[in-house]
Structure formats: structure tokens, C-alpha cells
T-cell receptor, first 109, second 115 residues
Framework: GIQVEQSPPDLILQEGANSTLRCNFSDSVNNLQWFHQNPWGQLINLFYIPSGTKQNGRLSATTVATERYSLLYISSSQTTDSGVYFCAVNGGSQGNLIFGKGTKLSVKP | EAQVTQNPRYLITVTGKKLTVTCSQNMNHEYMSWYRQDPGLGLRQIYYSMNVEVTDKGDVPEGYKVSRKEKRNFPLILESPSPNQTSLYFC??????????????FGDGTRLSIL
């Protein structure tokens, strides 16, 4: 089945710093989503981005489908950005999202 | 507000006592699914439904049942819960039965502890 690898696994930032999270996937995909899991366990949908570039405030994402990777950019990080960021792609049965292991981000004040 | 609503959010129960986790979406979505999240194993799909009365197994269906009698609801049933079903559960929905081509929207999660 399709493999999803995220890097780095852990990231510690000072408030105000910028960061780039990476997601590599092993096969072509039709669906790629980025999620933020907050400390309360909620999965927040950040981007649906099977290809191209999108921006939402301080966050932006780029997926290069032909090279099988996606990047999530966080600018001017805030403590509320802390949590785990997941990349997920479609794989296997209909609509089955395959999640990477996530990047745990800690933003220090 | 468009949302996927799960209940309960938290539940502690005992082995063998049947329980149901409800999931409801107000977006008229065809596709719904259930995932469980476990440390070290990530999120894995349990069951999915492409429309009313159409359900199918995901990667980890053992010990679970689902039903889809109405478009908006997709309950997850644990007939005889066991401790290995202690987990964080998520319900998700998508606007198309070709779910690979649409974003999935997740509920806030249900933490189940089975003693």
C-alpha cells in the first residue's frame, strides 16, 4: 500500500519563527489533506491540496504531485500552533485516508 | 455551521457492555467513515459508507458494527467492548461517494476507555 512519511518528527520553535513541514508519499494520489491535531485531540482540517499551492493566513501549503511530496509552511508561529500536524492521502479502499505519523510542533513563548 | 458531531466525547465503561457512538453530519454528505487513533499506530479506518444502506469494512473492522439508515447518521456500535478497543475515535464525512476526490471533514473525536 501507499506509504506516507513526514519530517521532521519533532520540531521546537521560538514564537515568531517560521517552519516547513514535509510530507512524502510513495504513489500518485487524488486526495491530500493537512490536519492539525490540537492538545485536546481535535483534528482541524487545514488544507485539501492534491496539487498546487494554497494559503490561509500564516499557513500555506504546496503539493508537487509529480514528485510526490507536499510542504506545509507556518510563518510567524504562535503558541497556539503547537500540536501534531498530519498529512493524509487517499489509499486502499474508497475514501480511506492513509495518515503519516505526524510532526509534533512545540512553540515556546 | 457545517459540522460533524460525535457523541459522547468521553466514555469510560466496562468490558462486555454494549455501547454506541453516534455521528451526525449536517452537510448532506454521501460518504462517511470511522477511524481509530492509537499511539504508535496512527489513524486507521474501521468502516465506511458510500451512501444510505451501503457500508464496507476498512482496515480494522473486527469488533465493530455500523449502520447507515439515514444519510446524516452513521453510528459505530461495539457489541461487546474489550480493553483493546480503548482508543480515540473519529467520524468523518465527504461530499461525494467518490470520496477520494473531495476533502474529508472530521468530528471532534470520542475518547473511549474500556476497563
Amino acid at each position: 500500500g501507499i506509504q506516507v512519511e513526514q519530517s521532521p518528527p519533532d520540531l521546537i520553535l521560538q514564537e515568531g519563527a517560521n517552519s516547513t513541514l514535509r510530507c512524502n508519499f510513495s504513489d500518485s494520489v487524488n486526495n491530500l489533506q493537512w490536519f492539525h491535531q490540537n492538545p485536546w485531540g481535535q483534528l482541524i482540517n487545514l488544507f485539501y491540496i492534491p496539487s498546487g499551492t494554497k494559503q490561509n493566513g500564516r499557513l500555506s501549503a504546496t503539493t508537487v504531485a509529480t514528485e510526490r511530496y507536499s510542504l506545509l509552511y507556518i510563518s510567524s508561529s504562535q503558541t497556539t500552533d503547537s500540536g501534531v500536524y498530519f498529512c493524509a492521502v487517499n489509499g486502499g479502499s474508497q475514501g480511506n485516508l492513509i495518515f503519516g505519523k505526524g510532526t509534533k510542533l512545540s512553540v515556546k513563548p | 455551521e457545517a459540522q460533524v458531531t460525535q457523541n459522547p466525547r468521553y466514555l469510560i465503561t466496562v468490558t462486555g457492555k454494549k455501547l454506541t457512538v453516534t455521528c451526525s453530519q449536517n452537510m448532506n454528505h454521501e460518504y462517511m467513515s470511522w477511524y481509530r487513533q492509537d499511539p504508535g499506530l496512527g489513524l486507521r479506518q474501521i468502516y465506511y459508507s458510500m451512501n444510505v444502506e451501503v457500508t464496507d469494512k476498512g482496515d480494522v473492522p473486527e469488533g465493530y458494527k455500523v449502520s447507515r439508515k439515514e444519510k446524516r447518521n452513521f453510528p459505530l456500535i461495539l457489541e461487546s467492548p474489550s480493553p483493546n478497543q480503548t482508543s480515540l475515535y473519529f467520524c468523518a464525512s465527504s461530499s461525494s461517494d467518490i470520496a477520494d476526490y473531495q476533502p474529508q471533514h472530521f468530528g471532534d473525536g470520542t475518547r473511549l476507555s474500556i476497563l
